[in-house]
């Protein structure tokens, strides 16, 4: 596929837009620190840790995440998975003027999907398809692009942002809807739907992404092949929901027509990325965790483990995005937090164990990568998934940069993984590092 003069301009328009959203960030923390609270200082635009955010002004209440849309019927509906349950017109733009409209037909819907005990569940998603001809040879290509942390408000997940103009990482879903893909962007577990997110379990967040591509193909008015070429991309915790796609497929999906998996900043290991971020600046992100398992697995205690100081913090982040809990989690730690052994408890271990990608390998090429100098996720603990899934015959691409922090790798190596997953669209053979 050519790249377009459009194509490089986005490559300097997301670079300056890495450095803007760093000196964002370093801004907000500092009005924290002399505040006392960062929505006094009013909007900021920022990105964060495990994915990126947006405005620090949330949505009012009456927004899109309250509307009946997002409410499942009680019980659901039988079905399979990636049925659809519900589908209406939507809006997407790339910015808070809503200006920037996403050159393609909208629809968000719900569907149903497997949650991490194996049971059903509704999940609600946006399709774009865009409204130029594919020019291309075969179907147009679908990829499910899976995002990175938002935070757990329901305020935040990506159908409400996306319709508003704040979706954080709009201007990156909108090359590939440039190159003429459909699109479709999952809300995971409890994200606009009823209950806390299911932060990082991904055993639910794979299926809810695999499930959106088949709740794509099954949305009419999309009118989208179920035999299109499809992908997955996500960075952060849309890593580690692509890596868990990618695992899952043979399986859960096999008749997907997978062509390749691209997955940045992946935080495999959960204990080691707890340990990292362990009294640091973004230990807020331990804490959505902690909420987001004990979400997933109701046996695992939370609140009775915790401190005074430790209920009142997780009380804080159930209602926040991702840039309004950094500040409040900034350089605590589970010792501070918690009366007794939380995460190495048995019945957390057991869970968090089961929630480690690695013990099945992909059957679909898969581009991992990860900036040495990432401070948000080690990337020792994605190196050894990398050499896990290697040794197991997986088709595996790794690239180690040094592009910088966290946030800065999200842009700064977003065209590695744009530009692998065009040539599995136009089916370019997939060369391993292993």
Not at 62 to 70: K, L, M, N, P, S
Not at 116 to 132: I, K, N, Q, Y
């Amino acid at each position: 596929m050519s790249r377009t003069p459009r194509a490089r301009r986005s490559r300097l328009t997301t670079a300056t837009a890495a450095a803007c959203t760093a000196a964002a960030l370093t801004a907000a923390t500092a009005l924290w620190n002399h505040e006392g609270s960062v929505a006094e200082a009013g909007p900021v635009s920022a990105t964060g840790a495990l994915g990126t955010w947006g405005e620090i002004d949330q949505p009012e209440e009456g927004t899109a995440v309250e509307e009946d849309f997002f409410q499942p019927p009680d019980p659901l509906p039988a079905g399979e998975p990636g049925d659809v349950i519900r589908a209406e017109p939507a809006d997407a733009f790339t910015d808070a003027l809503r200006i920037g409209r996403f050159p393609a037909d909208v629809w968000r819907v719900m569907y149903l999907s497997t949650d991490g005990l194996g049971e059903p569940m509704a999940v609600t998603a946006t399709v774009m398809v865009p409204t130029a001809p594919w020019k291309g040879e075969g179907e147009r290509p679908l990829l499910a692009y899976a995002i990175g942390t938002h935070g757990i408000g329901d305020q935040c997940a990506p159908a409400n942002g996306l319709e508003q103009g704040l979706e954080y990482e709009a201007s990156l879903m909108e090359r590939f809807v440039d190159d003429g893909y459909a699109l479709v962007v999952t809300d995971y577990e409890g994200f606009g739907t009823p209950g806390d997110h299911t932060f990082m379990v991904g055993r639910s967040q794979g299926p809810a992404v695999l499930d959106s591509l088949r709740a794509a193909t099954r949305l009419d008015e999309a009118g989208i092949p179920a035999d299109s070429p499809m992908g997955v991309n996500g960075f952060s915790q849309g890593g580690g929901s692509a890596v868990w796609a990618a695992q899952l497929h043979p399986e859960y999906a096999p008749e997907l027509p997978l062509v390749g998996v691209a997955a940045g900043a992946v935080p495999s290991d959960l204990n080691q990325v707890a340990g990292f971020l362990d009294g640091g600046s973004y230990f807020s992100l331990v804490g959505l965790a902690a909420i987001g398992f004990s979400s997933a697995y109701p046996e695992l205690p939370l609140e009775e483990r915790m401190t005074e100081e430790g209920v009142e913090l997780m009380d804080t982040l159930r209602g926040s995005c991702t840039v309004d809990a950094i500040p409040h989690g900034m350089f605590r730690s589970m010792d501070g937090i918690t009366t007794s052994e939380l995460l190495n408890s048995p019945e957390w271990q057991a869970r968090l164990a089961e929630n480690l990608p690695g013990e099945t390998a992909p059957t679909v090429p898969l581009f991992m990568y990860h900036s040495a100098l990432d401070d948000a996720i080690p990337i020792g603990q994605a190196e050894e998934l990398r050499d896990t899934y290697c040794a197991a015959g997986a088709n595996v691409r790794w690239r180690r940069t040094y592009s910088g922090s966290h946030v800065m790798s999200l842009f700064l190596d977003y065209d590695g993984a744009h530009d692998w997953m065009a040539d599995r669209f136009t089916g370019e053979p997939a060369n391993s590092t292993c």
